[in-house]
Structure formats: structure tokens, C-alpha cells
């Protein structure tokens, strides 16, 4: 936990490097959803292209469970807080993609809605 704080602080000081170390945790830490959506809760304000396809495509991999809900609620809410000009396009497209649920699809419109009420441009 102490490291992923750190690498937290690093990130959000604009250690863009740090986020990359945070990907690589996030990507080797297997099914431990508490510590995966820690994770995804630290990549906050590190707003790339890269992370954003990193989590869409978790978003895809990961089946929605009960156990699974809290952590893939994170990353919905990290996408829909980065640029628009990054969340926009992929939550479109999460929304409209028949491998989700109605319910999943509907939680990416309100992300989207909220994404573009709140919106900021990159940079």
C-alpha cells in the first residue's frame, strides 16, 4: 500500500512516469478487485490515450459481477473524469457496444453526460 501511495503523490504531481508504473501494477495484480480499483482510483489525472484504451479494454475483459461492480464502477468514473477529447469517443462507443448489458450501456451514457457537462480539453 505504501508504494502505490507514492506512485499516487508522483502521478498526481505530474510524474508521468508513474502512471506508466501504476498501468504495470494494475496489469500484474490479477483478481484482487479491492487492490485493482485502488489502483485505478490512483491513475486519476492521468489523462492518456494509452490509459484510457488500457482500461476500456479491462473494462471488456473483466466479466460484471457482484464482486467485480465496485471495481469496474472505478473505471467508468476515471474515464469520465479525463478530457473529453479522451473520454468522449470510447464511452460512445462502450454505449452502443451489444457485449454490455443495458444496464452497463446506460451507466456509460450518464458517464458520458456527465464527461461533457463537466467537460475540459486536453491539456
Known amino acids: ?3 502505490l501511495s507514492i506512485l499516487k503523490a508522483m502521478q498526481q504531481a505530474g510524474w508521468q512516469d508513474a502512471g506508466v508504473f501504476l498501468l504495470g501494477l494494475l496489469a500484474h495484480t490479477g483478481e484482487d478487485w479491492r487492490r485493482r480499483t485502488q489502483i485505478v482510483e490512483s491513475l ?7 490509459c ?3 482500461l476500456v479494454a479491462d473494462l471488456r475483459r473483466v466479466k460484471a459481477s457482484n464482486t467485480t461492480r465496485r471495481y469496474l464502477a472505478s473505471i467508468v468514473e476515471a474515464l469520465q473524469e479525463m478530457p473529453i477529447d479522451i473520454a468522449q ?3 460512445l462507443a462502450l454505449m452502443v457496444d451489444g457485449d454490455f448489458s443495458q ?3 446506460n451507466r456509460f451514457a450518464e458517464a458520458l453526460d456527465r ?3 463537466w467537460a475540459r480539453p486536453l491539456g
Open 44 to 50: 486519476k489525472g492521468f489523462d492518456t490515450e494509452g
Open 115 to 117: 464527461a461533457t457537462r
Open 52 to 54: 484510457a484504451d488500457f
Open 103 to 105: 444496464k452497463m450501456q
Open 89 to 91: 469517443p470510447r464511452l
Open 1 to 3: 500500500r505504501g508504494a
